[in-house]
Structure formats: C-alpha cells, structure tokens
C-alpha cells in the first residue's frame, strides 16, 4: 500500500507548513487526487486516520476532491473527460492523445489552528 508512504511525505510537508505559522493543531487537510494518479482516496483516508494519532493533526479531517482524466486530441483537437483508459479519440478516432489533467496529487489546502 504506496498510500501510507504518500501519507507520510504529506505529513512532512503538513508538519513543516504547521511550524511556519506556529499551529497548534491542523483541523482540515484538503488533496486534489487524478484518476491516473495511481492513488486509491479511500486507502488515503484510511492511511492519513492511522498516521494521525498523536500529531498535530490528530482531531483533522482528510478532504479530497478526485479530478477527472481529461484528454485533448492533437489531431481534431477535442477535449473529452474519459471514464476509461482508452485513450483514442471519441470524434476522429486518432490515438494522438495529450494528457491535460488527472494524474496530480496535490495539497491544495490546510488549515490550522494558530
């Protein structure tokens, strides 16, 4: 399970973003996860519950908002949010095929308790 191991960076960064500002306590985490992130949300929250205890965030709350796999074909230049990972065009049928979002895994938001 790589989602402990992502939870723990996290933390490190959570705990240094907490120092900065002199928190004493971190209420509400928030990530922004991509489909193609290679991370499954409900293994993160389970890891981030388990890391938590006895730290400063051990009264936070994990928030993630997913975002969807969104390609662009470079051929017709259609945009399409794609449910598989079949990525060849819905209009052309080209496999020229740009990534534009949904592989991110990103802390969006923190916020402490100062």
Do not use: N, R, W
Request: charged fraction near 25%; glycine fraction near 4%.
């Amino acid at each position: 399970m790589h989602e402990l191991s992502i939870i723990a960076s996290l933390f490190e960064i959570m705990e240094e973003k907490a120092a900065e500002q002199k928190a004493l306590k971190i209420l509400m985490v928030k990530l922004q996860v991509g489909k193609l992130s290679g991370v499954v949300p409900d293994l993160l929250v389970t890891a981030f519950d388990i890391y938590k205890q006895d730290t400063l965030a051990a009264e936070a709350v994990l928030e993630i908002v997913e975002v969807p796999f969104k390609v662009q074909c470079q051929a017709c230049k259609t945009e399409m949010i794609k449910e598989d990972f079949i990525v060849v065009c819905d209009s052309c049928g080209s496999t020229d095929i740009k990534t534009l979002q949904g592989t991110e895994l990103f802390l969006l938001k923190m916020d402490v308790e100062v």
